[in-house]
């Protein structure tokens, strides 16, 4: 039976952080911020915030009032940091407010302001713009409009409950024990409960498991099984699947209860701590669920499974023979765009070599040579996903992409009453590897190119005639940067090889990645 309980995220000391982002976190799409915070209202510190450490971001006054009441209810977010923050100064600011608690310029003497730098996956890039500041003509400076919260726990709905049964006489194999309370808790992770177990004097910690088929002889698991009513029947192994639960002479269930859509509270739902006696809660100013829950959901009935159940026979096949099964088992993995692979015969065996190109651009990493790699926390986890699919004999190696930076020449004639200074802007933007406003992105967005695939002089044309205030183009120079031009021009294709991908960033600090120039002519000057 599938049921799962809902998670709401709950922030118990609400004003342990309050302070205002001091850059960046503007617009939706971001995965970093730098923080700080003012306890005594006079002096900045950072906060206590650490890898795994999750943190809300809401928007706490309306930016046109300045008002709490009027903050938008939906313009709050959760996001967990996915590495240990960097602490960072700005040294333009004073780590002292000044006489209203805002931020002033440093001075001499002053200490510069302190930051937190902070980041999160992709998964939890913001999903909407917060706004952080703003002059308002008539009411003046509007600050702490959007604040980041720590302090902020995962609750799930339900109760824990710990059910102790001494045996009259030491357990055998067949023992079955049966909870007295339900339905017990299903999480993501499967059932909600664990065993301490107490065999001549000593004590040890069971758990479960989906079934008991992988579990070696000695590994302390079992299995629980749910009836119509939601209570569980615990089964345990035989000392071939699964450590037999025989010699057992206490047995202690802590588990957990309550399912389904009763769970799905809404925002700022929960408001109150109700702590077992043994448990000190006096430290606990507040509590409040700024995030609605959700994922809670009613146990399937007889019918539905019977529906679904051939379902179960259209699992994944955990295993990759062919190029074509790495790059698909490669690009399933969270936070890759895609992949390429290929086979090489060391002398003895085969190595399969798979090429990653993340999402997150900081997942790639440039060394002070100029050689690109996998950010060290991303290729472990990468790798510990892509391994699951490996067969024995062959190894397994992981790379970065290789870039291949392009040259471009364009020369646009700017329209009748455009300038031509506006145009040529304008068309740097359409061909950039930036995100531009409304949700684009320029033509060389990191995005738009995979491994492999060529770039088109029709599609440039396209995105450049595409530009307001564009009469006409023609493109001048279209080749791999430092090489002598092979047809490209010609044929309209510039090709890519299997492993290799497309790259022009115009960036001037770093021509190595792609150059871009345009000539403008007509229009106004």
Not at 465 to 485: H, Q
């Amino acid at each position: 039976m599938d049921t799962k309980a809902a998670d709401p995220i709950v922030n118990p000391r609400p004003d342990l952080i309050t302070e205002p982002f001091v850059r960046m976190l503007e617009s939706a799409g971001a995965t970093e911020a730098w923080l700080y915070a003012v306890p005594d209202g006079t002096n900045a510190v950072r906060p206590l915030l650490g890898k795994d450490d999750r943190l809300l971001l809401e928007e706490a006054r309306g930016p046109a009032t300045g008002l709490p009441g009027d903050a938008d209810l939906d313009r709050r977010q959760v996001v967990v940091l996915t590495e240990d923050p960097l602490e960072e100064v700005d040294e333009l600011f004073a780590a002292a407010m000044d006489g209203d608690g805002e931020l002033r310029l440093r001075g001499s003497g002053d200490d510069p302001l302190p930051l937190l730098h902070v980041r999160w996956g992709r998964d939890d890039a913001l999903q909407t713009t917060l706004c952080l500041s703003r002059d308002d003509p008539d009411r003046g400076p509007l600050r702490d409009l959007s604040v980041a919260r720590g302090n902020v726990v995962e609750a799930d709905h339900g109760a824990t409950l710990v059910e102790a049964r001494a045996l009259s006489a030491p357990a055998d194999a067949r023992l079955r024990l049966r909870l007295d309370r339900g339905p017990l808790t299903m999480r993501a992770d499967g059932p909600a409960a664990t065993l301490q177990v107490a065999e001549a004097g000593d004590s040890e910690t069971w758990r479960p498991v989906p079934d008991l088929l992988d579990s070696a002889p000695f590994e302390q698991h079992f299995v629980a099984e749910i009836d119509d009513d939601g209570r569980a029947s615990l089964r345990f192994g035989d000392d071939e699947y699964g450590r037999s639960i025989a010699g057992a002479t206490a047995i202690t269930a802590t588990y957990r209860i309550g399912n389904g859509r009763a769970g799905n509270v809404g925002a700022e739902a929960v408001a109150h701590v109700a702590p077992v006696p043994s448990v000190d809660a006096s430290w606990i100013d507040a509590v409040r669920n700024p995030i609605a829950a959700s994922g809670g959901r009613e146990p399937e009935t007889a019918a539905e499974i019977r529906e679904r159940a051939p379902q179960a026979f259209r699992a994944q096949t955990f295993r990759a023979v062919t190029v074509g099964d790495w790059e698909r088992a490669a690009a399933g993995a969270p936070g890759v765009q895609s992949a390429f692979a290929s086979f090489r015969w060391t002398g003895s065996w085969y190595a399969v070599l798979v090429g990653i190109d993340p999402h997150d651009p900081h997942d790639l990493v440039t060394d002070p040579d100029g050689r690109i790699r996998l950010e060290p926390g991303f290729e472990d986890r990468t790798r510990t996903y892509v391994d699951r699919f490996r067969i024995a004999g062959y190894d397994l190696e992981l790379l970065p992409p290789t870039f291949v930076p392009l040259e471009l020449d364009v020369e646009v004639c700017a329209a009748a009453g455009y300038f031509r200074g506006d145009v040529a802007a304008a068309v740097a933007d359409a061909l950039s590897s930036r995100d531009l406003p409304a949700g684009r992105r320029g033509f060389f967005h990191p995005d738009n190119f995979t491994f492999g695939r060529p770039v088109r002089l029709s599609a440039i044309y396209a995105a450049v005639e595409a530009v307001d205030g564009v009469d006409s183009a023609v493109i001048r120079t279209f080749r791999r940067l430092g090489r002598a031009a092979s047809g490209e021009l010609e044929s309209g294709i510039l090709p890519i090889e299997p492993g290799e991908i497309a790259q022009l960033d115009n960036d001037p600090n770093f021509l190595e990645h792609g150059v871009l120039r345009i000539e403008t002519r007509g229009g106004k000057a």
